[in-house]
């Protein structure tokens, strides 16, 4: 056998797939396909009615999605289950998709939902994910490797005799053994996010995280610290991939935010939160000259008296109903550069119909950016959601980010955090 042929006999592009999408609908519904697109998973659709075609290879599927009409659900979607289970394939039932609201563990605007199985059961889309990643790790863990090879048993004696093929074939599933545990680093950071928004009939909080690969640089918080007190702040460390994400778990596990004295409590100001912070960082006099930005937020439920400090992050934004937009500037250099660096804070009161925007670097493109003579002017984008409830102004943005073609140097982390004042 030729070389081209000894390469031709390994399938390095589609030997494994990770979802197997069988149904008997039309099309793959939009939120999942874009799903698929920005997780970077290898997937496949099928009619229901052509299962056959994959009966003899389903050691080379992860997970199966199947997505039916309620109605139809007979004795053939029973027996490809059953067909799948033999093979320990993980299997999620999808009946409908519904306008329902419903929670999600990203906290990104959510605004359709899929039915699961004959119950009224619904999640969202990052529901969806968290199922499909969930079988998709046991699937890959219980098979002992991150692909099965798809070449007949007798064939793989003559391939390896030809030593490139049998370096392809190794470096391949290198690659993604790596890839899998990135995604799966990925998910333990997300974890590191808050699960639950503090809304209220008062405030609306609304969030959206979406990393350049795997895992972020960026990270965010909103921790209630007592009854009338609210601490939010984004992180933001310079670069992303996996040195980045480690200094984000230092980063969240170095901010203190109040401190317990006795039978008492003391929380922090911003400007003390941010200084404490900066001490810390440069104190562990880091490999690769890695710096952080960060805006930290203090709001008093109760008055509505917001006070902020930043070190060197972009501005928080306010926007005012009837009034033109304003970054709230306040003074501050990067974390992990100078150990005596000062920090200042500024305090505005906040009031009904308010809004405030945060955001990483990696959405100014969208946001606004500075003109030499005109100083920062806010985008088109941002005109065409300002107006609009910070739910659907943080959904606008992450359906315009996560849609928009950006350039290799303009790639980033993207995190964006909004609060409005409702009453």
């Given at each position: 056998?030729?070389?081209?042929?000894?390469?031709?006999?390994?399938?390095?592009?589609?030997?494994?797939?990770?979802?197997?999408?069988?149904?008997?609908?039309?099309?793959?519904?939009?939120?999942?396909?874009?799903?698929?697109?920005?997780?970077?998973?290898?997937?496949?659709?099928?009619?229901?009615?052509?299962?056959?075609e994959?009966?003899?290879?389903?050691?080379?599927?992860?997970?199966?999605?199947?997505?039916?009409?309620?109605?139809?659900?007979?004795?053939?979607?029973?027996?490809?289950?059953?067909?799948?289970?033999?093979?320990?394939?993980?299997?999620?039932?999808?009946?409908?998709?519904?306008?329902?609201?419903?929670?999600?563990?990203?906290?990104?605007?959510?605004?359709?939902?899929?039915?699961?199985?004959?119950?009224?059961?619904?999640?969202?889309?990052?529901?969806?994910?968290?199922?499909?990643?969930?079988?998709?790790s046991?699937?890959?863990?219980?098979?002992?490797?991150?692909?099965?090879?798809?070449?007949?048993?007798?064939?793989?004696?003559?391939?390896?005799?030809?030593?490139?093929?049998?370096?392809?074939?190794?470096?391949?599933?290198?690659?993604?053994?790596?890839?899998?545990q990135?995604?799966?680093?990925?998910?333990?950071?997300?974890?590191?996010?808050?699960?639950?928004?503090?809304?209220?009939?008062?405030?609306?909080?609304?969030?959206?995280?979406?990393?350049?690969?795997?895992?972020?640089?960026?990270?965010?918080?909103?921790?209630?610290?007592?009854?009338?007190?609210?601490?939010?702040?984004?992180?933001?460390?310079?670069?992303?991939?996996?040195?980045?994400?480690?200094?984000?778990?230092?980063?969240?596990?170095?901010?203190v935010?109040?401190?317990?004295i006795?039978?008492?409590?003391?929380?922090?100001?911003?400007?003390?939160?941010?200084?404490?912070l900066?001490?810390?960082?440069?104190?562990?006099?880091?490999?690769?000259?890695?710096?952080?930005?960060?805006?930290?937020?203090?709001?008093?439920?109760?008055?509505?008296?917001?006070?902020?400090?930043?070190?060197?992050?972009?501005?928080?934004?306010?926007?005012?109903?009837?009034?033109?937009?304003?970054?709230?500037?306040?003074?501050?250099?990067?974390?992990?550069?100078?150990?005596?660096?000062?920090?200042?804070?500024n305090?505005?009161?906040?009031?009904?119909?308010?809004?405030?925007?945060?955001?990483?670097?990696?959405?100014?493109?969208?946001?606004?950016?500075?003109?030499?003579?005109?100083?920062?002017?806010?985008?088109?984008?941002?005109?065409?959601?300002?107006?609009?409830?910070?739910?659907?102004?943080?959904?606008?943005?992450?359906?315009?980010?996560?849609?928009?073609?950006?350039?290799?140097?303009e790639?980033?982390?993207?995190?964006?955090?909004?609060?409005?004042?409702?009453?």
């Amino acid at each position: 056998m030729e070389k081209v042929d000894l390469l031709n006999a390994i399938d390095l592009s589609s030997s494994y797939t990770d979802v197997l999408y069988l149904t008997n609908r039309n099309m793959l519904p939009h939120e999942v396909k874009k799903l698929f697109k920005h997780k970077k998973i290898s997937y496949r659709i099928l009619s229901i009615e052509k299962f056959s075609e994959v009966r003899g290879s389903l050691d080379l599927i992860g997970t199966v999605v199947i997505d039916i009409i309620k109605s139809d659900f007979s004795d053939k979607i029973v027996r490809i289950i059953e067909s799948l289970e033999i093979k320990h394939i993980g299997v999620i039932l999808i009946t409908e998709k519904t306008e329902e609201p419903v929670k999600s563990f990203s906290l990104s605007p959510i605004k359709n939902s899929f039915s699961l199985s004959k119950t009224s059961e619904s999640v969202s889309i990052d529901d969806l994910w968290a199922r499909i990643s969930v079988n998709l790790s046991s699937r890959k863990r219980n098979s002992g490797m991150s692909v099965i090879p798809a070449t007949p048993l007798k064939q793989v004696h003559t391939i390896y005799k030809n030593k490139l093929a049998e370096q392809l074939v190794s470096t391949k599933s290198l690659v993604e053994n790596l890839s899998e545990q990135l995604r799966l680093a990925g998910l333990v950071q997300q974890d590191f996010l808050p699960k639950v928004l503090p809304s209220d009939d008062k405030i609306q909080w609304a969030t959206f995280f979406m990393p350049a690969e795997w895992v972020s640089g960026d990270i965010y918080d909103i921790v209630r610290l007592d009854e009338n007190h609210i601490a939010f702040y984004i992180a933001d460390v310079v670069g992303h991939g996996m040195p980045a994400a480690l200094l984000t778990i230092f980063l969240k596990q170095a901010m203190v935010m109040r401190k317990t004295i006795g039978n008492n409590y003391k929380i922090f100001s911003p400007a003390e939160v941010v200084k404490a912070l900066n001490i810390k960082m440069a104190a562990q006099k880091l490999s690769g000259y890695q710096f952080a930005t960060c805006c930290y937020c203090l709001l008093n439920t109760k008055t509505l008296e917001l006070s902020y400090a930043r070190a060197g992050h972009p501005y928080p934004i306010l926007i005012r109903p009837g009034k033109e937009p304003e970054q709230l500037e306040v003074r501050g250099s990067l974390l992990g550069v100078f150990e005596q660096a000062e920090y200042h804070e500024n305090t505005i009161q906040l009031q009904q119909g308010d809004k405030i925007l945060m955001y990483s670097d990696g959405a100014e493109s969208c946001v606004g950016n500075f003109n030499d003579k005109a100083g920062f002017c806010f985008t088109e984008q941002f005109h065409d959601f300002k107006n609009m409830p910070i739910l659907d102004l943080m959904y606008g943005y992450s359906t315009f980010i996560q849609e928009k073609e950006f350039s290799q140097a303009e790639i980033d982390d993207v995190t964006m955090l909004g609060l409005e004042i409702i009453t």
